[in-house]
């Protein structure tokens, strides 16, 4: 069962009797405005029914997922015995997402060809290092992302999936890497298939571009996938009791009806995923909003959640250089400082957009280049997660799970210690996130921010 640090705080707040503070601290010094509000802390938790609003962070549990770029080149370092160069971040990982590939022995797995993509971290490397032993004893769950069988079986000549080799094909590599990864230390707590829907189903991206890719065994049936993704699910239940799989895909080529209709249809067959992650591509958004289809990410990824928890599933978000495109860099303007900057302003817009998922899935597949040459997917370096000069995947974590949150000191309570905080950074500004004290990421430590603290207070 995939564990969770829940840290949901509410508290009742009286904005009435805090109104006249209100003014006082904008304008009081800071002795004051610390006087003022150990007053006012008290008057808040009296407020008479009916005269509040209830301040609520989530109502889901929150998981911090963590999926290394498949080729980064200290990846196997991570497993050091004693390495704490990355253990704040470890204890805020709640789940460890492995690529199939990685923990895969086929011919389609890292092992037979890791110079491709993954550099050294393969099966064999990851036994050695006792990988699965230690995410275990760190009690973090192991998740691995399995593929889902394509609709095309051969290339020369052209051959489209029977159901048959879909099914078969898809259960060989899921059994292949839970089997792999049990027999070494480590217990597979859940896999997430990898976008069936975008694989199979015909999107805006085709009707728009006139692509003339023939993609002759694209399925136009939302009901034949599922028949597809059904079968698979309840084979596996039948083989690994209870073991929950969930699905990730790919926005906005599949749209939100698509997905809310995809879910129903599922629900209809008798199955419900127990969580739908997403991965956005943000040069297709631009792509649909030139073309004259509106996409407005905030407000589906609101919807989506929303959908989610009305049927009994978590909802997560890829954290990811959304921005990147295979076919746009070069070798020389890509780094991990653009990554980890990128990644950051799409943590923050998801957090502006009040669309924080239950899954914070920070995921990193990128690659500098496709069209001049192929290259390990490296980026970005997961090490050290506190040198500034290193913009690494472990400090892009706790940089930004320590933004715009009211428990500042990230000790799991809201209470004096972050009320202090706050007033010790009172008036910075610069850009969102970069002061302690701005829990609402708008740039400056204020009012707002004070009023954030004392509703969530613990």
Known sequence: MIRARTRQ?????????????????AFSPMWLVLFITMLSIEAFAQSPPGSHTQIQRTTGLEQVWYGSNLGSVDLLDMFTPGNASWSRARSRI?????????????????TVLPHTECGNNHLVNLVNVQAFQQLCDWDIDITIESFFAGPIMTIEPLECSTDAHVLNLTLNGSVNVIQNVQANGGEVSTLRIDEPIRQWYPTHYYLQTG????????????????????????QMQVWFPGLPIGQVELYPEVSVDTLKQWILILEAKGVTLPYLHMDIHMPRVEQYNAWGITIDVGADMRELKSFAEDRGM????????????????DPADYDDQTYYQSTLDWFNFIEAENARPHHLIFQSWVVPYYTTGSGLNRIPINLPEDDPSIYSHTRLVNDALKQCIADL?????VNVSDLLALLGDWSC?????????DTNCDGVTDVNDLLDVLGNWS
Not at 216 to 228: G, N, Q, R, V, Y
Not at 409 to 413: P, R
């Open 94 to 110: 709640d789940v460890w997402l492995f690529s199939g590939s990685q923990v895969a022995s086929g011919g389609w797995s890292c």
């Open 211 to 234: 692509q003339t890719d023939p993609r002759p065994c694209l399925e136009s049936s939302l009901e034949t996938i599922a028949d597809h993704v059904v079968a698979y699910l309840q």
């Open 429 to 437: 500004s610069g850009v969102p996130g970069s002061c302690q004290g």
């Open 314 to 329: 978590d909802f997560g978000i890829i954290y990811t250089d959304v921005n990147w495109d295979s076919q746009l860099w």
């Open 9 to 25: 705080h509410s508290a009742s707040l009286s904005i009435r009797s805090f109104h006249m503070n209100t003014i006082w601290i």
């Open 409 to 413: 000191n990230d000790d799991g309570v």
